[in-house]
């Protein structure tokens, strides 16, 4: 049978089943998804690639699902370091994008950012961010997944001048891209703070009507959480809390709370290195997962983590989880891949689509290579990835069977040209507010 690519690879680790690692296995690629994955030898056999790849000492895994980002932020980085957050964004972040955020910066901005989390193996990101229809764009020109939020805020920006303007442009927007193959549209309203009751109770009415996600900052701090009512208990008397929620952060959880969130099916994207960073506080992540909460990763936007790198994200998740359970046991290398991927895609509804290497879902896949002397010598491919490996090992990546990046270069950007593009907004964003 003829079929586009065909991968030999020393390991595949599919996710699913949990914990398995197949050795010196082929996987098939045929018109965007994974078509099949066999021993070497039989694939040999039974399939002709157009495209053949050898990767004898490379770990297949699925591609990295960064489930909270603000990726046009990237251009942030690094330029108000070492501040909480309320001091961060209302001294700093906030007023720079009153000054300097349009269409121009979140276009190179994204670029940025897709560059970066292709490189480090992310196939698939989920976004909170002004100008959506532009990150979307560049989403598309690039090849890569994306759930582009339809942002909404109390207050006027750049992009909107109040809650019905964001709500009109964000739904246009669904409009337009509701046939995009690799594109998704959830609901993304800040946090509880800056979102009014009646943007909220419009949100889940449509949220419902479309079948669409909401994606929301909640529970990120001890000072949100002080005042007054506690905003989850608001979010559940909204009617917000349900199978379709993503909560991002919840630093600050009572047992109470965990069950609740638990019995209603939300999902929470934990982002840990953000966190540290801002001394928001600790998601309680064993308890959570325990619970049976469905736990995914995210990086936050690269203002406050200072990258994109989800490898070190899951690291970072593993080790902070084991200090606050008091639990050497607690997330595990594979319950943290799992957390990157898996989990990632099922709090954004696209489980069925990718996620894992299944036969059949999309081929969303990243390639590591594992002989470098930092991953030397190797017992177990999985806890070697998440305690040892780092990005600069990831070597080949591809969306829906399309190769973005091969051989460690990107292949939809030009590296460059966005160089000097990054120079001149790095001019711009050093000059006095």
């Avoid at 109040?162 to 998704?184: I, V």
């Avoid at 994606?215 to 199978?243: A, C, D, W, Y």
């Avoid at 936007?301 to 994200?313: H, I, P, T, V, Y």
């Avoid at 895609?345 to 696209?350: H, N, Y």
Wanted: aromatic content about 6%; charged content about 20%; proline content about 5%.
């Amino acid at each position: 049978m003829q079929v586009d690519t065909l991968i030999n690879a020393r390991w595949i680790i599919p996710v699913e089943p949990h914990e398995v690692i197949l050795e010196h296995q082929a996987l098939v690629i045929h018109e965007g998804n994974i078509l099949d994955i066999l021993p070497q030898q039989q694939a040999q056999e039974k399939y002709q690639a157009a495209q053949l790849e050898n990767l004898d000492s490379h770990a297949l895994i699925p591609g990295f699902i960064n489930a909270h980002t603000h990726i046009a932020m990237t251009l942030f980085r690094g330029i108000a370091d070492d501040l909480p957050l309320m001091d961060w964004l209302e001294k700093h972040i906030w007023p720079l994008e009153q000054k300097w955020v349009n269409d121009t910066f979140v276009r190179t901005g994204t670029d940025l950012a897709i560059a970066e989390m292709l490189r480090g193996g992310t196939t698939c990101f989920n976004d909170m961010y002004f100008f959506p229809e532009v990150t979307a764009h560049q989403a598309i020109q690039h090849g890569i997944r994306a759930n582009i939020g339809l942002i909404m805020i109390d207050f006027p920006t750049a992009w909107a001048d109040g809650p019905e303007q964001y709500m009109q442009k964000g739904l246009a927007l669904h409009d337009e891209l509701r046939h995009e193959p690799l594109l998704r549209t959830p609901f993304a309203p800040h946090a509880p703070y800056t979102v009014s009751d009646e943007p909220l109770r419009q949100i889940s009415t449509l949220a419902d009507e479309l079948n669409l996600p909401i994606h929301m900052h909640v529970h990120e701090t001890k000072f949100e959480v002080s005042q007054g009512e506690r905003p989850l208990k608001r979010l559940h008397t909204l009617g917000l809390i349900n199978p379709a929620f993503i909560a991002v952060h919840m630093t600050q959880l009572t047992t109470g709370e965990i069950n609740k969130f638990a019995q209603a099916g939300a999902h929470i994207v934990h982002c840990p290195e953000s966190n540290l960073k801002l001394a928001s506080g600790f998601c309680p992540v064993q308890k959570c997962l325990e619970a049976g909460i469905n736990v995914a990763l995210g990086t936050d936007g690269a203002a406050s983590n200072n990258d994109l790198d989800m490898l070190s994200e899951m690291r970072t998740a593993a080790l902070l989880a084991k200090g606050v359970a008091d639990d050497a046991s607690a997330v595990s290398a594979a319950t943290a891949l799992r957390m990157a991927t898996l989990n990632g895609a099922k709090a954004l509804g696209i489980d069925g689509i990718t996620g894992s290497l299944t036969i059949g879902k999309a081929a969303d896949i990243c390639a590591l290579s594992l002989a470098e002397i930092e991953t030397q010598p190797l017992y177990n491919a999985t806890t070697q990835i998440v305690y040892s490996a780092s990005r600069d090992q990831v070597s080949d990546v591809w969306v829906a069977g399309k190769r973005l990046l091969k051989n460690n270069q990107l292949t939809t950007l030009n590296l460059q040209d966005l160089q000097s593009e990054i120079a001149l907004w790095q001019q711009k964003l050093s000059s006095p507010l």
